[in-house]
């Protein structure tokens, strides 16, 4: 037998309606806000993940020496057998297109098969391209902001080098390297050596040399084949004692970059004043609309009175209905949210919706309607009894 | 308390009261719902109270049942006084004895018509399936067996109030109140609704009482009661005028 609680939803679901749109429309907000966030958190470290990477080693201290001298030391520690310097921050170059000048921030990456530190969206083909000195693969996102087209010749700033666009690589990433402000466009070591002579270099162990460094901030490092990542890496913080350096691993480097980037931002703020306000604002809408609900389906409440049924069972039908609206706002805002996040990537903003968030999104929403439903609960006992005798 | 009325050797009483009043308002509002009235209704029969409008026949109705409490007076049900029990325990003598019909009859709009009879039961503790072939046998009863899914918006006021009684019937309750049953129906559906009624009295042993001012009743009732201003005028038992109660 169907419950009372879910007979009175699918048949007065007039009365319900405005309830379960409010539900919907405010998990969606949280969904928007939310996945906007995770997805613009989660770029700081777009860069980062799309390298292959066993381990990272990052400077405990606030200068980069150390790093700089573990980069000459590698041979005295058993578990790396390359390692690459990742090197932070690079500024934007002038380069000129016809007779325009443009900014273009440049990362010099190593094309060889054993490169640690170069992202994985840059194929070999790609890479085969790019050692003809005098060429270049750029964001799409110029592509669309500089009118830059296949074929282009960028120029350094006495005309003495021009690099030619040979290729684009997606805009996702681009979002990255905001967050890791490494480069825009990727040119051959060499290629880079003779578009710009005079630009300071680093220590050039590997991959991901760019220009105008201002400090080595990490060390990507490839360990041997048959060791895992987390034995290495503590093997590797055992000898760094004392050297303020530390080893960890590439999903560790992600959480961090990210965790700065959530702590770093106001995002953080406004999206927490944003989710109290999701829940807030259509709590008090749902309140007054289940209460008015079961106002409407006062004369049942009262005649299950007249009929001797106890209180609980008042209660548990009244909150059953709280639960079904619940529930169904948890069906129709994951439909919207898969609607707006469609509709939001066509339009180039990335929504990032992981299960856990839908597994939140949904509890905040089910806890919404409860919450309502206790709250509407002394509504059963506004018509009494006896007020059924006329 | 002042004694009640002796009981009649042949019938049992369900229900005795004594000086029972209820007042409602203060002052120029002040109204006088019920004023000491002492009765006694038997199991087995079918009695009817009438009374113009505004005479106290829902306010005794409220009283004998348990839903509304007299401000003064006793009301002995099944040999138990009423009203000194708690709430809970008044909530549970009805679940447990009593059975209405309101003149609205009081369905739920979202269940059909066997749902209707059958949810009561399991909320008052019936297996699904027991409360499902009692609310058959009550569909059976009133002849509504092949309206099993019918929404109260689909039927009419008449099978609608057989609903009610059949819902009323399914738990066997052994006090019966109607208030008003036949008001909202034409004169055949009245007359099949007095004899469903007579015929559970009789079925089950049950007391009914039964409020109305519709005449077409007083064929099918074993007793008549009048009413004016809260006190009882006449009683069709005793065959004469009620005398003043005081
Ligand atoms: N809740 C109430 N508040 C105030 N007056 C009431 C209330 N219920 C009933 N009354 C008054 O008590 C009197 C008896 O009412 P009721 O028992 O409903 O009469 P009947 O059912 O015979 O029409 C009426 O005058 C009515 O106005
Ligand atoms: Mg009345």
Not at chain 1, 41 to 51: D, K, N
Not at chain 1, 332 to 353: E, F, N, P, Q, T
Not at chain 2, 166 to 193: Q, V
């Amino acid at each position: 037998m169907k419950s009372l609680a879910r007979s009175n939803v699918g048949f007065h679901w007039r009365l319900f309606l405005s309830a379960v749109s409010v539900l919907a429309l405010s998990g969606c907000l949280i969904y928007v806000a939310v996945g906007i966030s995770a997805a613009n958190i989660r770029s700081f470290s777009t860069y980062q993940r799309s390298l292959d990477v066993d381990l990272y080693i990052r400077s405990t201290g606030r200068d980069s020496v150390s790093l700089q001298k573990l980069l000459t030391e590698v041979d005295l520690y058993e578990d790396i057998i390359r390692a690459e310097p990742y090197l932070g921050r690079t500024r934007p170059q002038q380069v000129r297109l016809d007779d325009e000048v443009k900014q273009l921030s440049i990362a010099e990456i190593e094309l060889g098969e054993d490169v640690i530190l170069v992202p994985r969206f840059i194929s070999s083909e790609a890479k085969e391209a790019l050692s003809v000195p005098g060429t270049i693969i750029v964001s799409s996102t110029l592509k669309e902001k500089n009118d830059f087209k296949m074929g282009d010749v960028l120029w350094n700033s006495d005309d003495s080098f021009g690099l030619e666009i040979i290729g684009f690589f997606d805009a996702a990433v681009n979002r990255g390297f905001i967050g890791a402000r490494t480069g825009y466009g990727f040119v051959s070591p060499e290629t880079g050596r003779l578009f710009s002579p005079s630009t300071p270099r680093a220590i050039h162990f590997g991959g991901g040399v760019s220009r105008n460094f201002s400090r080595i901030s990490m060390v990507g490092v490839r360990i041997p084949p048959d060791t895992s990542p987390e034995i290495a890496k503590q093997r590797l913080n055992q000898q760094f004692k004392g050297a303020s350096l530390e080893a960890i691993t590439p999903q560790e480097m992600g959480r961090r970059t990210s965790l700065d980037a959530i702590l770093e931002s106001k995002q953080f703020q406004g999206f927490l004043v944003v989710g109290v306000f999701a829940v807030l604002i259509p709590l008090f809408i749902i309140v007054q609309t289940l209460r008015s609900a079961i106002l409407t389906q006062s004369q049942q409440f009262a005649t299950m009175r007249a009929l001797g049924i106890p209180s609980r069972h008042l209660v548990s039908t009244a909150m059953e209905q709280a639960f079904w609206v619940g529930t169904l706002g948890i069906g129709v805002s994951y439909c919207v949210m898969l609607g707006v996040k469609a509709g939001l990537l066509g339009r180039g903003i990335d929504m990032y919706v992981t299960s856990t968030v839908v597994w939140y999104v949904s509890a905040a929403i089910l806890l919404a309607a409860l919450i309502a439903g206790v709250i509407s609960l002394t509504a059963i006992f506004k018509m009494k009894p006896q007020d059924l005798l006329r | 308390m002042t004694s009640l009325a002796k009981q009649s050797p042949t019938t049992v009483a369900a229900i005795q009261t004594c000086g029972l009043g209820k007042v409602f308002g203060e002052g120029r509002q002040r109204v006088i719902a019920l004023d000491d009235v002492s009765i006694e209704l038997c199991s087995g029969q079918m009695t009817l109270l009438m009374g113009p409008s505004g005479s106290g026949k829902s306010s005794m109705i409220a009283a004998l049942g348990g839903l509304q409490a007299p401000d003064t007076g006793q009301v002995i049900a099944l040999g138990e006084d009423l009203w000194s029990r708690s709430s809970r325990k008044i909530t549970r003598f009805r679940r447990d004895h009593c059975g209405f019909v309101f003149q609205s009859g009081g369905l739920f709009p979202a269940l059909g018509a066997r749902d209707q009879i059958a949810l009561p039961l399991t909320f008052l503790g019936w297996s699904a399936a027991e409360a499902k072939r009692a609310a058959c046998e009550a569909l059976d009863w009133v002849g509504l067996a092949d309206r099993q899914d019918s929404r109260p918006s689909e039927m009419s006021g008449g099978q609608n109030q057989r609903i009610a009684i059949a819902r009323m019937l399914a738990k066997k309750p052994t006090l019966i109140f109607c208030d008003e049953p036949t008001s909202a129906l034409d004169g055949k559906n009245g007359a099949n609704i007095a004899e469903l009624l007579k015929q559970a009295a009789a079925r089950h042993n049950a007391m009914i009482l039964c409020v109305t001012h519709d005449e077409r009743l007083v064929p099918h009732a074993d007793r008549i009661l009048h009413i004016e201003d809260g006190r009882i005028t006449s009683d069709s038992e005793e065959d004469k005028p009620y005398a003043a109660n005081r």
